[in-house]
């Protein structure tokens, strides 16, 4: 009875959080589907709080943690202007030429995903490019799609630029530095594609020209001082984690204090960015990890373990592909983060498959599934319900199409090299 119970809320309360009924913030109907799970005994609070510190092999408030820090640095530079900057820099280089536009747009929200994070890119970048659309008097739909899809392409290079890597990173032990040297080059030549896919897809809305935007970019930065502290900050960041092995300290310790170094440094208003961050994000993913934790408390995940333990992979890279795109299926159809979790606990019982390679087409399936449905990740909800805000629209049907045009050929570029890196090369 508790698992018909669970399943029912799980799947109702999944289906407000996407189509919000009521209009009011996804975290709150995820919230209220806690309290009918503890209302109706599937776990009591002690079970729900607990599940925060252990899912299995995954620790929820390290990853909580660790990405509410790196939050409030992106949320700094964003509020100092930093990515609008950016952006009009973008535009200013363009001259006019859609193509160009289409170029500086792809760099830079790939670079932003790569070393920030892909939720930022897309929270960020999305109203600029609707004001831009008003401004410019051009059709931007190929220019959003383009920028969502290529923010979840490039977080597969880093640890950091997206929750699920550092789940699976974090479950597996995997290093930011090892990390990162296996997953550069497949990241760089699998966005290549990208971008070329992309432009032919979209070639006739890339091709016009346009007006030139007024802003001038030297204007835009708030404070050059604070500016600077918060990307230094960033980039100290990286190499801090690099060597977090050799330094023995987990990497939501190294973020926490990374930030609140430039916080203190830069003297920034604190309320000014906590009343800029995410919360509504952060909630969300802390009340998914109580929500799912429904499949350990009802016997659903020993059903799983079972149904695994009995699959024997050959260690093939055509099993590696495979469970790529399963997870992308997956992550795309329930949504990364609580996909994620799920998928990454009970991967530890599949057999005949190198550990590494689980872990990479983990890492690949959660990024990439956020291109084939709105669904497939918390920024995707949100992005959808922004565009519908600001009196725009795109069909689902055109993002999934375009999502599974680009992510395709994605998965089987980077999943050849990663194999080639990982059993032929022993990286």
């Not at 830069?266 to 961050?277: V, W």
Request: proline share 2%; charged share 10%.
């Amino acid at each position: 009875m508790d698992i018909v119970i669970f399943l029912t809320i799980f799947i109702l309360t999944y289906l407000a959080i996407i189509f919000r009924p009521l209009k009011i913030r996804e975290s709150f109907y995820a919230v209220f589907g806690i309290l009918l799970l503890i209302f109706f005994n599937v776990f009591d609070l002690s079970d729900a709080l607990s599940s925060l510190h252990r899912f299995e092999v995954v620790e929820p408030y390290s990853i909580i943690i660790f990405f509410s820090a790196f939050a409030v640095l992106s949320v700094g530079l964003d509020h100092l202007g930093f990515f609008e900057y950016l952006s009009v820099r973008a535009i200013k280089l363009a001259k006019h030429d859609g193509l160009k536009l289409y170029k500086y747009l792809f760099i830079l929200s790939a670079v932003t995903s790569y070393v920030a994070a892909n939720d930022i890119v897309i929270l960020t970048l999305t109203p600029f490019i609707l004001y831009f659309a008003k401004y410019a008097k051009i059709n931007v739909r190929g220019y959003l799609i383009a920028m969502f899809i290529v923010a979840n392409t490039a977080s597969i290079g880093q640890i950091t630029s997206n929750p699920t890597n550092f789940i699976v990173a974090t479950s597996y032990n995997m290093g930011f530095l090892e990390n990162m040297l296996i997953m550069i080059v497949p990241t760089i030549i699998g966005l290549l594609a990208i971008y070329f896919i992309l432009k032919k897809v979209f070639y006739k809305e890339f091709n016009v020209k346009f007006g030139s935007i007024k802003k001038d970019p030297d204007k835009i930065i708030k404070n050059k001082f604070q500016t600077r502290v918060f990307y230094t900050m960033l980039f100290f960041l990286m190499f801090f984690f690099a060597i977090a092995p050799v330094l023995k300290i987990d990497l939501w310790v190294i973020a926490v204090a990374g930030t609140v170094l430039a916080l203190l440094i830069s003297r920034i208003k604190i309320m000014t960015i906590i009343e800029k961050m995410p919360w509504n994000v952060i909630l969300l993913v802390t009340t998914f990890f109580i929500l799912i934790s429904g499949f350990i408390h009802t016997g659903l995940y020993d059903h799983f373990v079972t149904y695994l333990s009995s699959i024997t992979l050959n260690g093939s890279w055509l099993d590696f592909t495979a469970l790529s795109f399963v997870v992308s299926i997956l992550c795309g159809l329930f949504n990364n983060i609580p996909t994620t979790t799920i998928l990454t606990s009970l991967s530890f019982h599949l057999q005949g498959l190198n550990q590494t390679l689980v872990a990479y087409a983990l890492i690949i399936g959660s990024n990439v599934g956020a291109n084939l449905t709105i669904l497939g990740s918390l920024a995707g909800i949100m992005w959808f319900h922004l565009i519908k805000s600001k009196k725009y629209s795109i069909k689902l049907w055109d993002f999934t199409k375009y999502g599974v045009i680009a992510t395709v050929p994605f998965v089987i570029i980077v999943s050849i090299i990663i194999y080639i890196e990982v059993v032929y090369l022993n990286l």
